[in-house]
């Protein structure tokens, strides 16, 4: 590795950190991919992010299993941003560029590259994914990472991708091994501390059901739960069999085992969000703003 490729300590400590703060967060799939494209965006200072999972990497026959994006809030081509999503979800075939990037990750798994390792600048700027994917949101520079996600899985990877406006420098070789080594290790987490798409998130549920919820996994009893939220026990036992319910378990202690076996962390942030927090509407945080589209819950 060149030295322009290595790592600063700060950099090092930047993943570790960003890492351990998604695993905080890993029990719900909308919050920790988030987090994470906020604060990867910040680390590289990109003007775009996408994180998600996608089928078919090895076979180059891509399918989309679910994505989230996370946008700067003076982004200045999120109006379009929805139609050229679902497109894309349709058909994730349709980026030339990223098929190129995928036949060239196929035997090593988990590079980070840019257009510029995959195609010539007068090539670039007349290709489709040019002038009809970056170019009408105003993009151009854009690094692609996707990583499999374990050996007994299917062709399944996780994917992140960066993209920087026009006019901007592209993403340099240290940029690029921020995201690959970052990748790395949540890759090896999806499925596991990192909710995946397929699974069901807490945000998901009212916010009085996530209360008991939160209740539940301090090891709160029936009695204990109704005294802290006010409400009756018969109240409080109609609210646990709809959590068992979402989460395909038939008592508390295989909804403890699901939690302390997945190595979900203890935070219940989820807690907090109103009953009218949509899951694809954007949600102001901080410099960017970030929404998830409805993931397909493959079983």
Known sequence: MSKSEMLSAAQARAIWKLVNECRELGDD????????????????????????EMGGCQELKLRDMGVTFSWRSDFPGTSALDPMVAKFRTDPNLSPAMMAYHEENRSVGGKCLSHKELIEDRDWYRSVDYQYIQEPFGMDAIMWCFRRLGAGLADESCGLVLVRQKGRRSFNPRDRTLVRELNAMLAGLVGGPLARYRDPSPSELPRRTRQVLACLLEGDSDKQIAARLRIA?????????????????????????????????????????????????????????TFELSPSRQK
């Open 233 to 289: 026990s018969s109240t409080v036992n109609e609210y646990t069999k709809a959590i068992y319910r979402f989460f395909g378990v038939n008592a508390r202690t295989e909804l403890m085992a699901r939690w302390i076996r997945r190595g979900w962390g203890s935070s219940t942030r989820w807690t907090e969000y109103e009953d009218e927090r949509p899951m694809s509407a954007a949600v102001t945080s901080g410099r960017v703003a």
């Open 29 to 52: 799939r909308v919050a920790w991919r988030a987090h994470c494209l906020n604060e990867v965006g910040r680390l590289v200072d990109s003007d775009l992010g996408v994180l998600g």
